[in-house]
């Protein structure tokens, strides 16, 4: 059974990384038991996106996450923000939430890959 949590983390990095400006990184915390691996869903315009968390630290009586995509996501959110002015830091005001099933890990990677 898929575990799907709702957070409202708090980001605190988002960075555009990489050649052509192909990647997207960020940062999070969170009081929620979340672990290496899990995979963190992001909603924009009913487009699901997902990045997994590769690194994690404890900060106070929070974990800040880290979390590293490169390719599609970067790519949509450069043509769906052009010439709105909207920064990559709008993303906080998005939903966030954790999938922690691996089969459906594996099945959201499989359809977002960039080719």
């Not at 409202?8 to 290496?36: A, C, D, H, I």
């Not at 900060?59 to 923000?81: D, I, K, P, Q, T």
């Amino acid at each position: 059974m898929m575990n799907n949590v709702v957070l409202n983390p708090v980001l605190t990095k988002v960075s555009v990384t990489g050649r052509n400006k192909k990647g997207l990184s960020f940062s999070f915390l969170t009081n929620e038991n979340v672990n290496l691996g899990d995979l963190v869903e992001i909603n924009i315009n009913n487009k699901a996106f997902s990045f997994e968390i590769c690194e994690m630290e404890i900060s106070g009586s929070n974990l800040l996450c880290h979390c590293r995509e490169y390719g599609y996501f970067a790519e949509f959110l450069s043509y769906h923000y052009s010439g709105m002015g909207i920064s990559l830091f709008d993303i906080q005001h998005l939903d966030v939430s954790f999938i922690c099933d691996k089969d459906k890990i594996k099945q959201l990677n499989d359809a977002s890959s960039w080719t």
